[in-house]
């Protein structure tokens, strides 16, 4: 077999136009067309195109390419002049007679060519034609015809055989095949051994959760659902059952799960885990870094709402806007702070989230809540205060008059903030009024309150009635619009309906069984025991209910002739001085002497400049209207009867109730840092003389016995001031 694999064919070559025709593509008309690059196309010395005027030979028309008789031939029959390959027709490339030779270069191949000894052509050698694509050498290769003999006169010549490829070095077939299925097995080695990679480690952890899973630092990685579940509830437990620390402010506040309704969701958080046949991302997972899954918590959002905002309770502090109150009858601005907020529904869920997470105190997060009224707005309403006491308010109701004096209407005047950023006024005006009803309504048509009386030692109830009374929400609406806008200082006030503060339903669950204390006061017969036992007709049968504070100027008023009321010494300035109502301090003193021993709580009493013989020492208060008030509280759960008394020598104040204690004991201690007076004399028309008395102080404590024991003690320091010795000089005194 020759070098190039290729059999030449057995006898003379036969193509499909007759003997000695190649096989080959043609075209149309017959002729041979170009071979693509690395074959060898013949052109039929048959097949001339039509109307071709060329030479012919014996069988036919001669080759088209033929030199014409009686030109020089080389040997072979090739023309010398080998400008005769320029002879070609327009588009026919020399390439299509190739190599005539079928044996390696240089030897003399089987049907070699005469003439061509060499190997080569016998037309010029051209560069090869490019492709416009590329075409496998080799096996695919079709075995070019055996090219013809030249046509003319002498014999017919057998094709010479074409040209071997050349062929890569190496055994068997071509080298780019062999490459191409190394390849292949190389690339279907590494997909066999990544499948098995795959395969045998998923095989193994399928069926379970895979391996290296954790649910809050617990291992469930190998285990069935409910084998992790059953570790869950093991490890977990003690953690469900401990209580929530949150802080704020440096304080920490307790939160219960259960009470919180926070439960651990097992079977949804092992749901969760990675298990069953896993996937080659989750193969890998297993094998590196693992999977942590996230803990599922149930909650009951009505319960964690509730429970979060008890503790919101004890942080949150709302801001606190300026006021301005009067300090006597000048206003003062109390200043502003800043509150504070905490995001409850930002710490519901931090108490969730802490829920099945080893114990820390969690930090909350507060938020600041600033003051809307500006430093600019409290200044301006600082002088509307001014002007709204700079003088009296009259009140007129059906031809009746009443004057709220400026110190009244100074006690009950705020300026608060209106929520936008101002500052508007309010008005007490029912506190303000009292004892001024019985100027503007007529005694016999004001309300009253239902009470007891006290019957042979045992209460009996007296109904209350309706009445006319001022309308103190009108009122209140009327003196802030006043003082808002400024305009006249009378103000007609609307008299209506008024009802009874209680009932005899309402005093009979009051629990006012049993006298609890009583303390009588002596006097000498003088003006002020008018006054002394006016307010105590005034008082006598009120009741004060459990928790209410009781304030003697809100609910006796002002003091005034109308009432029955009568000029009398009280001391103001270190002075005793004429007053309508002077005196009835001595009724205060008693009233304090009852809330001391009926164990009620003391609010604000005030002991006189020097001391006054006629009271006990440190045990005494003094009133005056505005200011100084007494106030005490009924800190009791029953109410309070005030029952009153006099006679021409003393007047008595008791207070029935329930008992809460066995026993209220005074304990006194001994007078110290005594001070001496200074001796005076005055000749001023209203003179009173006076006694001079040394200062000293004294100390008194409240003792509270419960079941034979001590259960609280309660201590006053009460310092006096030397009373002056003044003598009165002038004459009309």
């Known amino acids: 077999m020759p070098p190039g694999g290729h059999m030449p064919p057995p006898g003379p070559p036969t193509g499909p136009h007759g003997p000695n025709q190649p096989y080959g593509p043609h075209n149309p008309n017959g002729n041979p067309l170009a071979a693509p690059h690395g074959d060898v196309a013949y052109l039929s010395a048959r097949e001339t195109p039509p109307g071709d005027g060329g030479p012919r030979g014996p069988h036919g028309p001669a080759h088209p390419f033929t030199p014409p008789p009686g030109r020089p031939q080389g ?13 070609l027709p327009p588009g026919v490339s020399p390439d299509i007679f190739g190599s005539t030779g079928f044996g390696p270069p240089g030897g003399h191949g089987h049907g070699q060519r005469p003439g061509h000894g060499d190997g080569t052509s016998a037309l010029p050698s051209t560069a090869p034609v490019p492709q416009p694509w590329p075409m496998a050498a080799g096996a695919n290769e079709e075995r070019p015809a055996s090219p013809p003999p030249p046509q003319g006169r002498g014999p017919a010549k057998p094709p010479a055989a074409p040209k071997p490829a050349p062929r890569p070095s190496g055994d068997g077939d071509d080298g ?16 066999a051994l990544a499948g098995l990679a795959y395969l045998i480690p ?7 959760v895979l391996p ?14 409910t084998e992790a579940a059953d570790k869950l ?19 920490k506040h307790a939160v219960v799960p259960e009470k919180a309704g926070l439960e651990f969701d097992v079977a949804g958080t092992v749901a969760q885990a990675p298990s069953g046949f896993p996937s080659p991302a989750g193969v890998w997972r297993a094998l590196t870094a693992g999977t942590t899954v996230q803990a599922k918590v149930k909650a009951d959002s009505a319960k964690l709402s509730e429970a979060v905002a008890a503790v919101a309770k ?21 200043g502003s702070q800043t509150g504070r907020e905490l995001d409850q529904q930002a710490a519901a869920e931090l108490v969730k989230d802490a829920f099945l997470r080893p114990r820390t105190p969690i930090q909350l997060t ?34 009746r008059q009443a004057q709220l004096p400026a110190a009244r209407i100074a006690a009950h005047l705020t300026f608060v903030a209106d929520g936008r950023g101002g500052m508007r006024p309010e008005f007490e005006a029912h506190e303000a009024m009292a004892g001024l009803d019985a100027k503007l309504v007529p005694a016999g048509k004001a309300p009253k309150d239902a009470t007891f009386n006290v019957v042979g030692g045992k209460l009996k109830p007296v109904a209350g009635k309706s009445g006319e009374g001022v309308d103190a929400k009108a009122l209140a609406g009327s003196v802030a619009g006043f003082v808002a806008k400024g305009g006249n200082r009378t103000i007609p006030v609307k008299i209506t309906k008024v009802k009874p503060r209680m009932n005899v339903k309402d005093i009979k669950g009051l629990g006012i069984t049993e006298k609890v204390s009583e303390f009588t006061t002596p006097y000498t017969p003088a003006p002020r025991v008018t006054n ?3 307010i105590a007709r005034i008082l006598d049968g009120y009741i004060v209910r459990p928790g209410e504070t009781f304030s003697l100027n809100t609910v006796v008023g002002e003091r005034d002739k109308a009432r029955g009321f009568v000029e009398a010494p009280q001391i103001s300035g270190g002075r005793l001085v004429d007053s309508v109502g002077g005196g009835i301090s001595q009724f205060v003193t008693t009233m304090y002497n009852a809330v001391f021993f009926g164990g009620f709580q003391d609010v604000k009493h005030t002991p006189h400049e020097f001391y006054i013989s006629r009271y006990p020492a440190g045990r005494e208060s003094t009133v005056s209207f505005p200011e100084p008030d007494f106030i005490w509280r009924n800190d009791s759960k029953y109410g309070v009867l005030v029952k009153t008394s006099y006679t021409s020598s003393s007047v008595t104040v008791a207070f029935w109730s329930t008992k809460r204690y066995d026993e209220i004991k005074s304990e006194s201690s001994a007078r110290y840092n005594f001070t001496d007076f200074k001796r005076e004399t005055s000749d001023a028309p209203k003179c009173i003389p006076m006694v001079g008395t040394r200062g000293f102080t004294i100390e008194v404590s409240r003792v509270f016995i419960k079941d034979g024991k001590e259960v609280k003690r309660e201590k006053n320091v009460t310092v006096y001031k030397p009373e002056v010795d003044l003598k009165c000089t002038n004459p009309e005194r």
């Not at 040997?75 to 002879?87: E, H, I, K, L």
């Not at 004890?314 to 109390?334: F, H, L, N, Q």
């Not at 509307?384 to 308010?393: E, F």
């Open 75 to 87: 040997p072979g029959g090739a023309p010398d002049d080998q400008r005769d390959a320029n002879r």
């Open 176 to 191: 780019e095949p062999k490459s191409r299925r190394g390849l292949l097995i190389a690339l279907l080695s590494v997909v």
């Open 202 to 208: 998923a095989l193994v952890m399928s069926g379970a």
């Open 212 to 225: 290296r899973t954790t649910v809050e630092g617990v291992d469930i990685g190998g285990l069935s659902a």
């Open 233 to 251: 509830r093991e490890r977990l437990s003690e953690r469900i059952g401990e209580s929530i620390e949150l802080e704020a402010y440096g304080r």
């Open 314 to 334: 004890k942080i949150d502090r709302p801001a606190r806007e300026s006021e301005i109150r009067y300090r006597g009858t000048t206003p003062v601005a109390i």
């Open 366 to 399: 507060v938020a600041e809540v600033k003051p809307k009224v500006s430093a600019a707005t409290v200044k301006r309403t600082l002088a509307t205060a001014k002007k709204a006491v700079s003088g009296p308010l009259t009140l007129t109701a059906n031809g």
């Open 532 to 534: 002394i036992q006016t």
